[in-house]
């Protein structure tokens, strides 16, 4: 995938574009990827336009993936370009045939645009889909438009989403987003206190901007690569052995003994086990995690 964040000169022609903020790459925006996917097929270019900041230095809320997330999902859709198109005062002040006539039809050469139902856009979101497919006919490209998909009697939507991760219903998270809220990093190294005590954790930080599920055990699923394993992650600040503030996610991994310092995975969070709290010592602690493993592993048969 080419990943494009300079505007400078930018010029693309005959494109197939997927519009939006993409914040989780949920099963919703799943459909105008695959639509975009099948237009690639049939010869055009495929781009994933969505917008950096995404309203993040305009006091948004906080955010269900991070950058690195978003780049990692994106990278692995199966689109030719993700271009990360700023997110400014100015830009949000475009009138909406402004954008459709200088970044769709002028940098972007669009032939085909792929959005949702609710999709808006330009100053006050004054454009809607309507507006889009009466510009699409003057411009010559085609629209499609998807209405949202249902998760039983709620839309599936970033908000509901980021709500479901709030209160740690890890199942309806993965539900609506096709996988789990997961955390794509490098493995980074901590206290090593997991080594000392025989139950060694891969550490990765967390970017400040995301939105956390309760901070406590999980039931993980790890991606290296090729590989798919099985483990336990604490999401939190390690209060036993901690006093710091520092949020950080601390993976066992079933069944591995590898050095992994230094590479990039994910940790998908499957269920929630039990909130963080702070042991009396660390024995207490062992006993607790050995206790938190095999529970995990009777939960997913292994």
């Not at 948004?60 to 950058?67: N, P």
């Not at 789990?180 to 990093?185: C, D, H, K, Q, T």
């Given at each position: 995938m080419k990943h494009i964040t300079d505007l400078t000169a930018l010029q693309l022609n005959h494109t197939a574009v997927a519009l939006g903020k993409f914040d989780g790459f949920h099963l919703g925006h799943q459909l105008l990827l695959g639509q975009v996917r099948k237009w690639q097929e049939e010869g055009l270019t495929g781009v994933i336009v969505t917008f950096v900041p995404a309203g993040r230095e305009l006091g948004?809320?906080?955010?269900?993936?991070?950058?690195r997330e978003k780049k990692h999902k994106a990278e692995e859709s199966g689109i030719d370009i993700l271009l990360e198109y700023p997110f400014t005062r100015e830009f949000a002040a475009m009138e909406p045939?402004?954008?459709v006539r200088e970044v769709l039809v002028r940098q972007l050469g669009v032939q085909a645009v792929a959005v949702g139902r609710d999709f808006r856009f330009g100053r006050n979101r004054g454009g809607d889909v309507d507006l889009?497919?009466?510009?699409?006919?003057?411009y010559h490209f085609q629209v499609r438009a998807f209405d949202k998909l249902m998760k039983g009697q709620k839309e599936?939507?970033?908000s509901l989403i980021r709500a479901e991760i709030e209160a740690g219903h890890m199942e309806t998270v993965s539900a609506c987003m096709g996988q789990?809220?997961?955390?794509?990093?490098e493995v980074v190294h901590g206290k090593e206190l997991g080594t000392a005590i025989g139950i060694p954790t891969a550490n990765q930080w967390i970017e400040p901007e995301r939105i956390l599920p309760p901070f406590g055990v999980y039931a993980s699923r790890i991606r290296r690569k090729e590989q798919v394993l099985y483990g336990i992650s604490n999401l939190g600040c390690k209060p036993t052995v901690s006093n710091e503030q520092i949020v950080g996610l601390e993976t066992y991994i079933f069944d591995f003994a590898e050095d992994l310092y230094g590479e990039w995975i994910e940790v998908e969070l499957l269920h929630f086990i039990r909130p963080e709290r702070k042991f009396q010592g660390i024995e207490e602690l062992k006993r607790q995690m050995q206790q938190d493993i095999a529970d995990v592993k009777r939960s997913v048969s292994l």
């Open positions: 948004a809320s906080k955010h269900i993936d991070g950058l045939e402004v954008f889009l497919q009466t510009l699409g006919k003057q599936i939507s970033s789990g809220y997961s955390v794509f990093g």
